[in-house]
C-alpha cells in the first residue's frame, strides 16, 4: 500500500518574538495532526536571498513557503520565475512588493484585537480615563488596533488620550502622570506594555490600583518578568 506523498514546506519565519513562536508552535500542531506536511525550519534570523537560494538547491522540491514578511523582498527574488506558493502572515505594504499570483497574505484581525481590549477594560469597572500607547512606527497593526480601541469607546461617547511612543522615557512619564487615575491602558504590544509598568514606577503610579495595563501578544517571558 503506498502512503501520500507529503508536502515540502520552507518556514522562514524567525523565533524572535512570541508571536512568531506562536505561529510556528501551531504549525508543529497542525503537522502532528494531519502528517502530510514535511517541514523545514530555516534559521531565519538572518536569511538572505542567497541562503535561499541554496534551500532550493539542497531541497528535491519545495511546495510551498511560509513567511511573516521578515523575508518576502528576499523570497520575491529568489523564487522569481517560480509558481511555489509563498502565504506571508502579515499585513502587505501597499505598493512594496510586485503583485504575484504565487503570493497571499493571511492578516490578523488587529481592529477585533484592538476592540476586544477595549471591551475587557470596559467591563472591569469605571475608570477615569483611557489610553492607548501606539508604536513609534507606522506600523499597519499598531494603526488598525489602535482604531479597534478607540472606535469601541468613541460608540459609547468615551475620549481616549493618545501616546506614541518613541519619544523618550521621560514623554511617556509625564503621559501616564497626567491621566486621570484610575486609568486603562492599551499598549500596541507587550514590549510598550513594559515601558508603560517602568514609567508608572518612575512616577509613583501604582500598577493596577492607579493604572490598569494590557498589552497584546502575550509574550510569557515579558509577563513573568514584569
Not at 523564487?79 to 506571508?88: E, L, M, N, Q, S
Not at 497574505?105 to 480615563?129: C, H, I, K, M, T
Request: proline share 4%; net charge negative; aromatic share 8%.
Amino acid at each position: 500500500m503506498r502512503t501520500h506523498e507529503r508536502k515540502r514546506i520552507l518556514v522562514t519565519i524567525p523565533s524572535t518574538y512570541a508571536s512568531c513562536r506562536e505561529i510556528i508552535k501551531g504549525l508543529g500542531c497542525y503537522c502532528r495532526r494531519k502528517d502530510d506536511w514535511e517541514v523545514t525550519l530555516t534559521q531565519a534570523e538572518r536569511l538572505s536571498v542567497g541562503d535561499l537560494r541554496q534551500s532550493i538547491e539542497n531541497e528535491p522540491r519545495i511546495d510551498g513557503v511560509i513567511d511573516n514578511e521578515s523575508h518576502l523582498p528576499e523570497l520575491v527574488e529568489a523564487f522569481a520565475g517560480t509558481d511555489i506558493p509563498i502565504v506571508v502572515i502579515g499585513s502587505p505594504k501597499s505598493g512594496s512588493y510586485p503583485a504575484a499570483r504565487n503570493i497571499v497574505f493571511v492578516e490578523l484581525d488587529n481592529r477585533a484585537v484592538g476592540a476586544f481590549a477595549a471591551q475587557y477594560l470596559a467591563e472591569l469597572g469605571n475608570f477615569a480615563s483611557y489610553a492607548f500607547i501606539s508604536a513609534q512606527t507606522e506600523a499597519s497593526w499598531s494603526l488598525i488596533r489602535h482604531d479597534g480601541y478607540v472606535d469601541f469607546f468613541r460608540k459609547l461617547g468615551t475620549p481616549v488620550m493618545e501616546h506614541q511612543s518613541g519619544q523618550g522615557a521621560a514623554a511617556l512619564e509625564a503621559f501616564i502622570a497626567n491621566l486621570p487615575k484610575p486609568a486603562a491602558i492599551m499598549c500596541a504590544w507587550d514590549s510598550l506594555a513594559v515601558e508603560a509598568v517602568n514609567a508608572c514606577r518612575q512616577v509613583g503610579v501604582n500598577v493596577p490600583r492607579q493604572a490598569t495595563i494590557i498589552g497584546v501578544d502575550n509574550d510569557e517571558t515579558i509577563c513573568e518578568f514584569v
